[in-house]
């Protein structure tokens, strides 16, 4: 049994009403433009849609509980609008500033945040450093007054959009590889610009940039905590980020469930719906399994998570399983459409190649096996049973 309060349905049904009304409408536009208008972002955080857990005194809510981003994101893949992408900018930058910015940044950066006008982005890929933070090759040197930042990123979701930008970077890259300082780049700093809207086989409306700094002058105004820390700031936030993509894979698995019950219930073959056949049966069967499953299991984490308990091996078992999960009822959902399946008329069609990234983005399904297996074969593990 799912466990959410009064207050908090009535934000999802607030929520699913402004999604019908403001983002799925603009969605088509959207793919094809490669881009979300920025309005979509102020009108969200005119009804206080944007990074509710900032304190009153900043323009948020002040509520930190996880249970409304599941939520949001919950939502926003029910109706198919994930490539809006809006926990990104909300959750995952936004909580580098909350937990590593000062005061005077918080006061500095935050309310433009919240209300949309400005737009996040968080830039640590490379080409030659993905889910491995130790190749990074960007520099952010301290020099007098200000710090110097060198270097390019790729893939940045909200690279084009973005005005804020978290970027990481090397700060001893040749006596420790792991000392890394964080920053937050602004839009028209100079020695900052951003490459072309790269094009991707999903995720069409959200835009993806790759970014390019030659001698960009950070003051130390914009340094995230403590010089030389970034790394370990980075692996703090991955938990939560990985616990992100698993309530927005196994919702989209859900949905990917729902449309492709609705298909197979109206699709005649051999003058019977699809629905009557036994493998039909028993293959949605399986899934619906599987994914209820999975849902009590996030529900589940989500609850770690407001309590601080959640650990990087719960948040790597949830991230892999649902993906994977999402991936295979996706899979299936093609093939009982058919050839409708391959139409992009359909939405299991967008979904598909949307959903093919998330077995790629917050770590790789093989990197999650790797921060499992870690913990099975250390001297602490122990199971349930033991």
């Not at 005119?46 to 005194?57: H, R």
């Not at 323009?59 to 609008?81: L, N, S």
């Not at 890259?173 to 086989?201: Q, Y």
Request: proline share 3%; aromatic share 10%; net charge negative.
């Amino acid at each position: 049994m799912r466990t959410f309060t009064e207050e908090q349905n009535m934000f999802r049904d607030t929520y699913r009403k402004f999604l019908e009304a403001e983002i799925v409408p603009n969605m088509e536009k959207w793919q094809e433009q490669g881009i979300v208008d920025r309005e979509a972002f102020t009108k969200a955080g005119d009804q206080g849609f944007l990074m509710i857990w900032p304190d009153e005194q900043y323009g948020g809510m002040g509520d930190t509980d996880f249970r409304f981003e599941q939520i949001i994101i919950e939502e926003t893949a029910r109706v198919g609008c994930a490539s809006w992408l809006n926990t990104l900018h909300s959750r995952l930058v936004g909580s580098y500033i909350q937990h590593f910015g000062n005061d005077e940044q918080k006061q500095r950066f935050l309310p433009g945040c919240i209300t949309g006008e400005k737009i996040l982005a968080i830039a640590m890929t490379e080409p030659d450093a993905g889910s491995d933070l130790a190749g990074m090759r960007t520099t952010l040197c301290e020099d007098e007054d200000h710090f110097i930042l060198n270097g390019s990123k790729t893939y940045i979701s909200n690279g084009i959009n973005a005005d804020y930008v978290v970027v990481a970077g090397k700060s001893d890259p040749e006596n420790n590889p792991h000392a890394m300082t964080l920053c937050i780049v602004e839009r028209g700093m100079e020695g900052f610009e951003r490459g072309r809207n790269l094009d991707k086989m999903g995720m069409k409306a959200q835009d993806t940039a790759e970014l390019f700094f030659s001698n960009v002058k950070i003051p130390k105004e914009n340094i995230l905590g403590e010089p030389g820390n970034g790394f370990f700031y980075l692996m703090q936030g991955l938990a939560e980020e990985r616990l992100i993509a698993a309530v927005g894979s196994i919702a989209s698995a859900r949905r990917a469930f729902n449309l492709t019950r609705e298909f197979v219930m109206e699709r005649k073959v051999f003058g019977k719906p699809l629905s009557y056949m036994q493998n039909t049966q028993f293959k949605m069967a399986e899934m619906d399994a599987e994914i209820e499953i999975l849902e009590v299991f996030i529900d589940h984490l989500v609850a770690e998570h407001n309590e601080e308990r959640l650990t990087p091996n719960m948040a790597a078992k949830a991230k892999l399983q649902s993906t994977e999960i999402e991936w295979k009822m996706l899979d299936l959902g093609v093939q009982l459409h058919g050839g409708a399946g391959y139409m992009k008329e359909y939405p299991i069609c967008n979904m598909f190649t949307d959903a093919r990234i998330n077995r790629i983005l917050a770590g790789s399904s093989e990197i999650m096996k790797l921060i499992i297996s870690r913990e099975i074969f250390s001297e602490n593990y122990s199971s349930n049973l033991d």
